[in-house]
């Protein structure tokens, strides 16, 4: 898959929700991994702030990212909208320290993405593949966050209040394309007795009950709810009367879970890469959210290429009888068993690695270590399978090679193992020739790399 960005830019303006100030957010393209980015065009220097989740520098009522003095609140809504679209890039513009809150939700955010439009881009799309768990548990809230191996993205939330309004909810994201319909019109929400704490730490200056479910669960004095009320400008409600208050009835029986749940895909964004694997959130909020985020980040910065995900069940693409169909190679030089990926720029195949191969016999009889020349020829082939794939009638051309760069090998290779090559174009073919990197794995390690360039001759 590709990366992708939007076909042409929007602008969305409202109130924001802590400072109450007009906020104008233009959302632009933004080019090849750019990722996200938030600038602020209201200050002289106009700073630009990476969305990523060391950037988070405070999550009690939303997520702010932050350098310096400079700041920017409440940018999940947009943040979700965008990865739920599947945009890998974009630049937001916005002329005050906060998003617009608009409703509470990412509905209109995920509605003018979907009017402009999205546009594929030439660099391919990277996804972080979870392929153990990995958990992160707050023993204080008795929040916690795990994210399990699975072929697609998904999202289970469970909340837990001690509320006679809002006891347990649960809300499920099964595939990704649901988003808009199922979730990005739910709207944050707040109990009336956390909002004199929220007004005295100058917060919610911009909240109202279009633009938030208020939920009252606590009975009080006529004459106190009154003096709240007042104090957010809203009219008054009986005291008597618990349950939700707000103008609008609620989306879904389960809006506040779905909204946990849209707020961790906020957070998940600032990942930095898109997911594969299911998350299960229980009493989510944004400051578990963000620690399970900075700890995928540094998952991703440890394992900057993932080894591809290899399952032996599944027919290759290509067998070893496709395969000398396109190579001219054969025993005891035919080094790749099969291919089990392939796309315009990358190409993924396998060699098991046999104690019978002829080269075990000399190197070495008492410690057979298969030659690092061979792991290099090997990825060569595999390299070959894709560039021959782009030609017709490749049984009648070959491919040879022009030089080989950095090569490095990192760990032994032996009888048992099974290697794993990814190949990828690092430019376009141009006058026949081809310039690879290329990474041989063993499990989820590197056991070597190599940068190839080919030329593809047509044979005599």
């Given at each position: 898959m590709k990366q992708r960005t939007l076909k042409e830019s929007f602008s969305i303006s409202g109130k924001g929700l802590h400072t109450g100030l007009k906020v104008t957010a233009t959302f632009l393209?933004?080019?090849?991994?750019?990722g996200y980015k938030v600038q602020r065009i209201d200050l002289p220097e106009q700073p630009i702030i990476d969305a990523v989740a060391e950037?988070?520098?405070?999550?009690?009522?939303?997520?702010?990212?932050?350098?310096?003095?400079?700041r920017i609140s409440t940018i999940e809504h947009a943040m979700a909208a965008l990865y739920c679209a599947d945009i890998d890039n974009c630049l937001i513009q916005v002329d005050a320290p906060e998003l617009p809150i608009l409703e509470g939700s990412a509905l209109l955010y995920a509605e003018e993405i979907e009017r402009?439009?999205?546009?594929e881009q030439k660099a391919e799309k990277d996804y972080f593949v979870i392929k153990s768990?990995?958990?992160v548990v707050d023993e204080a809230t008795g929040s916690s966050i795990i994210v399990l191996p699975d072929d697609e993205f998904s999202v289970n939330v469970m909340v837990s209040y001690n509320s006679p309004i809002l006891t347990n909810q649960y809300a499920a994201l099964e595939r990704i394309s649901d988003f808009k319909t199922e979730f990005a019109a739910c709207r944050t929400f707040v109990f009336v007795r956390e909002i004199e704490p929220l007004l005295k730490n100058n917060l919610i200056k911009g909240g109202d009950l279009d633009n938030a479910i208020v939920i009252y669960d606590q009975?009080?004095?006529?004459?106190?709810?009154?003096?709240?009320a007042d104090t957010l400008g809203v009219e008054h409600k009986p005291a008597n009367q618990l349950g939700y208050i707000n103008n609008k009835p609620l989306v879904f029986d389960n809006e506040p879970a779905r909204h946990k749940l849209l707020d961790i895909l906020g957070d998940i964004a600032l990942a930095g890469r898109p997911i594969r694997g299911r998350i299960i959130a229980t009493r989510p909020g944004h400051t578990i959210n963000n620690k399970f985020a900075r700890i995928l980040r540094r998952e991703i910065g440890r394992q900057d290429l993932q080894a591809p995900s290899y399952d032996p069940n599944k027919v290759p693409l290509m067998d070893t009888n496709k395969i000398r169909t396109l190579l001219p190679h054969r025993y005891p030089f035919l080094l790749v068993?099969?291919?089990?990926?392939?796309?315009?720029?990358h190409v993924v195949g396998v060699k098991n690695?046999?104690?019978?191969?002829?080269?075990?016999q000399g190197h070495f009889p008492q410690e057979p270590v298969m030659p690092g020349v061979l792991i290099v020829e090997a990825m060569a082939q595999t390299g070959g399978l894709l560039v021959l794939s782009s030609v017709d009638e490749p049984e009648r051309y070959s491919t040879y090679f022009m030089k080989i760069d950095n090569v490095k090998f990192r760990q032994k290779v032996v009888p048992g193992d099974t290697l794993i090559f990814h190949l990828s174009l690092i430019?376009?073919?141009?006058r026949g020739c081809a310039y690879m990197k290329g990474y041989a794995f063993v499990g989820e390690k590197i056991v070597a790399e190599a940068e190839f360039m080919a030329q593809i001759i047509k044979n005599k």
């Open positions: 393209p933004a080019p090849e991994n750019t950037n988070v520098i405070e999550t009690s009522r939303g997520t702010v990212i932050g350098r310096g003095d400079v402009v439009g999205v546009v768990k990995i958990e009975e009080m004095e006529q004459a106190e709810l009154d003096r709240i068993d099969k291919v089990i990926d392939m796309g315009e720029k690695v046999s104690g019978n191969e002829p080269f075990f430019s376009e073919m141009r």
